[in-house]
């Protein structure tokens, strides 16, 4: 048979059954693969459903954090020292820009933006993501709002943002305590991130940078709210799904004295210095300046780079709050203290007597410690040695007890280290001894240094707020509180007081010491400044050496060029049965103490003890 | 046999629907799937109403083009099966030559009053001219008419795969596969040809494959290597799919699709949609009803009485399987992205029309089937 017919034979039946099983064994393999892709389907809708219904929720639902109003600054007696302000700028996403300059040019007229701006604008931009709102001009009125609303179609991409701004209505007066908020920058926000509380400001702009605002931070900021919004592909918000409003910061009340603040400031009339004013009952802080300042706000809204260095660059140091980290030689306000270790150390009692010829030598030692006044002052006890501030009686004093009892007696007093006080920006000064000398200079300690020491100079520095401190515990007779600046603070409505540290009192092997030395302070205050009070009052001035004079050289204020000057001191209180007030004053190149810092002094409690209570405001 | 007895035994009783050449199972299924397209495309597209008309506007133009060609004897295919095919290749070689190019590829001839797409006539043709081809010789079919059947198979598959259109080139390949492999090839060979592939594949990878087609299997893969790039569609895919659970989001209710993070969810990316607002229900619905067309299909071809219509049967059926498993696979992210509408449901008339026609030679083929002389 040929191939050829064999071809074209069909056998029907057998093809027709041969399809049939390729059929259904395709039909088999259909079914598998179908069942193939509803087992992938079983997996992604039942087995990982939680998974993806997360997934498509994040897609869909965009949290927006609200930020929190900041808690209000009040003074103790409800006087607002710190308030949020309604705050509109102008913002530009740079990616939606197509020319600046050109943008700019059509802004003129409605918001002008100088060369200098632009400039400053354009150099941010540099550094700054392309998607990221950037502030092109704070601080608008309400009339540059109003224009540029009407105006806005004409500018995709530049928009006004409000929100609250801080502002401290009394500018410069409070800056060192209040300190100030400020843009959240890197280093801020590496630190929230520490300590865990970075979520939190999420919609937060600024942050407490200094003083109060840095140190309540927590109490002040509050907790951020939330919008949950539903949001298309491109981001555009279909609708608003639920609102978490912010819980706003708590407001606080400081132990501050807005009158008697003022009044110090008012005294310092921008001369360097600085006054320290505290309740001794409680440690709170009545006042506390420091001369020169400037104006807060200026910090808020940022300020210009020419601005700060400035400040920066300011000979008088206006940066500096010199109440907590001015390091003065206490010179003679401590007088009074080293006599009550003289006390104590049974150096001297109430009756002793020493021979004050104008000078002093530490036996068999050539050297001669002149006292202040030149011919001495002949026979002095404790009460005279106070109330003139002779030398010579606590330079034997000194001699007698030694360093290592004197460095460890005013360490009670809080002297060379820091108070604790509720702001961050302080100092610990000095409390010079063997050991602190060995450490910092590797030197042995001599005779001669507890000398200086003995009389407030040398290496001892202390601030104002030290000396305050410890003239309180004096005039408390021993009792003992971290000075502080919060009195209460809001919680919802109610008022809660801050707490107050009190620490072990300074326990004297003979109280009446106590009674002695306070009792020469009053006489010092009587025998000068206050010998017309209307009430009691103690004090003990001070005037430091900046420059050391030569051991026969005669000091004379008007010869030496200002900034040698010797600084002027005094520390107070009142009234001397129940002090209500403690004051330290420090004045820098003032000259004599008595002279220049006693006036402001005396003027001080007169402001602060003749008030009529009823007339001030109520908390 | 027997079915052609009973049928010739009942010849009086011949219904309305067999005169009207319509199987109405396969045409009730067809009619289901159109049904509840209609409503995930109203959902797709965020409640067009003007989209939903133009796409029953397809629907009743595709009835319109199954109801004729169901009329057109399966033996005047036949005849036509190597002119068509040819004029097919003539088209793609002009595509090759003078085509516009649209989205990078060049897939469409200008006819100057309409765009024409060559390689969705091939979707048919080619079918017809295998069957024809190796229904002529006795089956199985010999060694050498399965070359021969190679070539036919080659020519179109490369020129369509060269447009670049992956998705139809597989289509295209897989239909002739079918007609081979249901003609009784031997194991052995379709073993060789699986070998065959697997050594291919490198081959494949590296020197045929564009550079976006290796991403997109690479994608596949790791989706969440470039989120928001490649691996996107994908991703939002199967979150869309994912977060509708058992019973789903609802409809016009899934925040994937209505809020648009689902990119081309009324067209190739649909399935998704469906997914998330109907559900693994609504999944499962969906298969059964894709089943159930693709058993209808078997039957008829099991039941036609030519080899020719039998193995085009075949091919047609399960080339529409190879669409669902292709689309469902890439929406569910276990195949990788290739350009392949999901039948009857996709927002678009090209593949439907193609799709239609298909179903309409299977009703031919069905209803035809006592007038053929054996």
């Known amino acids: 048979m040929p191939p050829k017919k064999r071809i074209t034979m069909h056998d029907h039946a057998a093809e027709a059954s041969l399809f049939k099983r390729r059929a259904f064994f395709t039909f088999i393999c259909v079914f598998i693969l179908l069942s193939v892709l509803f087992s992938n389907l079983y997996q992604l809708q039942v087995v990982s459903y939680k998974d993806y219904e997360t997934r498509s929720n994040d897609n869909r639902i965009r949290v927006v954090p ?32 197509k020319n600046l300059d050109e943008t700019f040019d059509e802004l003129n007229g409605i918001i002008e933006i100088d060369a200098d701006e632009r400039e400053q604008i354009k150099e941010t931009l540099k550094f700054h993501r392309r998607f990221k709102p950037l502030t092109i001009k704070g601080k608008l009125t309400e009339e540059q709002v109003a224009t540029f609303s009407v105006n806005q179609h004409r500018f995709p991409g530049i928009y006004v943002e409000a929100g609250l701004k801080r502002y401290y209505p009394y500018a410069e007066l409070m800056t060192h305590v209040l300190g100030y908020v400020g843009k959240i920058n890197t280093r801020d926000k590496a630190q929230l991130e520490q300590s865990n509380n970075w979520k939190t400001y999420a919609a937060t702009k600024d942050i407490g940078k200094q003083g109060v605002e840095k140190f309540y931070e927590g109490l002040l900021h509050g907790l951020p709210g939330h919008l949950e919004e539903e949001v298309n592909n491109r981001g555009r918000v279909i609708r608003t799904l639920k609102v978490t409003p912010p819980t706003p910061g708590k407001d606080i009340y400081l132990t501050l004295d807005l009158k008697l603040q003022q009044k110090a400031m008012e005294l310092l009339a921008g001369r360097r210095g600085s006054v320290v004013a505290m309740d001794p009952r409680d440690g709170g802080i009545l006042a506390m300046v420091s001369s020169p300042s400037y104006d807060a706000n200026l910090f808020v809204h940022g ?12 000979k008088s140091r206006p940066l500096i709050n010199r109440a907590t980290q001015g390091q003065y030689s206490p010179a003679s306000t401590i007088k009074p203290l080293v006599a009550l270790l003289g006390l104590e150390e049974r150096v001297i009692n109430d009756k ?23 011919w001495g002052h002949g026979w002095v006890d404790v009460y005279h040695a106070i109330v003139d501030s002779c030398d010579i009686f606590f330079y034997d004093l000194v001699y007698k007890v030694g360093i290592d009892k004197m460095a460890n007696f005013m360490g009670q007093f809080g002297f060379g280290e820091r108070t604790n006080v509720d702001i961050y920006e302080e100092v610990a000064g000095i409390m010079p001894s063997r050991d602190w000398k060995r450490l910092r200079y590797n030197q042995a300690w001599y005779i001669g240094d507890s000398i200086s020491v003995g009389i407030g100079q040398g290496y001892w520095t202390s601030t104002p707020l030290q000396l305050a401190n410890s003239t309180a515990i004096l005039a408390n007779k021993g009792r003992r509180f971290t000075p502080h600046l919060l009195k209460t603070f809001k919680d919802d409505t109610v008022k809660i007081d801050a707490p107050i540290d009190e620490h072990q009192p300074i326990i004297l092997k003979n109280p009446k010491n106590w ?105 | 046999m027997n079915n052609q007895m009973h049928s010739n035994s009942h010849h009086q009783k011949k219904n309305i629907w067999q005169r009207l050449h319509i199987d109405l199972p396969l045409l009730s299924g067809i009619l289901i799937l ?182 997109r299997v690479l994608t596949l ?133 193609t799709l239609m026609t298909g179903f309409g030679i299977l009703m031919s083929i069905q209803t035809h089937r006592r007038f053929i002389d054996r």
């Open chain 2, 34 to 215: 159109m049904a509840f397209g209609l409503f995930v495309i109203y959902s797709a597209s965020g409640e067009s109403v003007a989209m939903m008309e133009r796409q029953l506007t397809r629907i009743g133009l595709s009835l319109v083009i199954m109801f004729s060609v169901a009329q057109i004897n399966p033996e005047v295919l036949k005849r036509w099966a190597l002119p068509i095919y040819i004029a097919g290749i003539i088209l793609l070689l002009g595509v090759h030559f003078f085509g516009t190019i649209n989205k990078g590829a060049q897939r469409w001839l200008n006819l100057g009053f309409m765009e024409f797409q060559p390689s969705e006539l091939m979707k048919l043709a080619f079918p017809i001219m295998m069957a024809w081809y190796i229904s002529k010789f006795p089956l199985p079919p010999k060694k050498r008419y399965l070359a021969g059947g190679a070539v036919i198979l080659l020519i179109p598959t490369l020129l369509i795969a060269k447009q670049p259109d992956l998705g139809t080139s597989i289509l295209v390949a897989a239909s002739g596969v079918f007609v081979l492999f249901l003609s009784g090839m031997s194991w052995l060979i379709v073993g060789g040809i699986v070998i065959a592939g697997l050594i291919f594949l490198p081959i494949l990878w590296f020197f045929l494959m564009h550079d976006y087609q290796r991403t």
């Open chain 1, 303 to 314: 300020i210009s780079s020419k601005g700060y260095s400035d400040l920066l660059n300011d």
């Open chain 2, 221 to 353: 893969f790791d989706p969440e290597k470039d989120p928001l790039g490649a691996g996107y569609h994908i991703i939002q895919s199967k979150i869309a799919i994912g977060s509708g659970g058992v019973w789903g989001k609802g409809w016009l209710d899934g925040t994937q699709s209505q809020l648009e993070f689902l990119p081309e969810r009324h067209t190739d990316f649909i399935f998704a949609v469906i997914g998330e607002e109907f559900g693994l229900i609504g999944s499962l619905f969906l298969l059964t009803i894709y089943l159930y067309i693709i058993g209808r299909g078997l039957i008829i071809a099991s039941r036609a009485q030519t080899s020719f219509a039998r193995l085009l049967a075949g091919s047609i059926t399960l080339t529409f399987f190879v669409y669902i498993f292709v689309n469902i696979g890439m929406v569910s992210g276990i195949l990788p992205v290739v350009g392949v509408p999901l039948p009857l449901i996709s927002y678009g008339g090209t593949s439907m029309m």
């Open chain 1, 515 to 619: 009674d002695i030395i306070n009792e020469a302070m009053r006489q010092t205050a009587d025998k000068s400044r206050f010998t017309d009070a209307t009430y009691t009052a103690a004090m003990k001035t001070g005037t430091a050496q900046v420059f050391s004079v030569g051991q026969d050289e005669k000091y004379n204020a008007d010869t030496v060029a200002e900034h040698l000057r010797d600084n002027a001191l005094i520390v107070a209180y009142a009234p001397y049965e129940n002090p209500r007030i403690v004051l330290a004053v420090v004045l820098e190149n003032a000259g004599w103490g008595g002279a220049n810092a006693g006036p402001l002094a005396r003027a001080l409690l007169d402001e602060y003890m003749l008030r009529d209570e009823w007339m001030l405001p109520n908390e």
């Open chain 1, 352 to 374: 002793t007597r020493v021979w004050d010829p104008g000078f002093w030598q530490i036996p068999g030692v050539e050297r001669k410690w002149r006292d202040w006044k030149r």
């Open chain 1, 66 to 97: 609200t930020a929190p109003s900041r808690g209000l600054i009040f003074d103790r007696h409800g006087q607002l020292l710190a308030e949020n302000q309604p705050y509109h700028s102008l913002e530009m996403i740079p990616e939606r820009i």
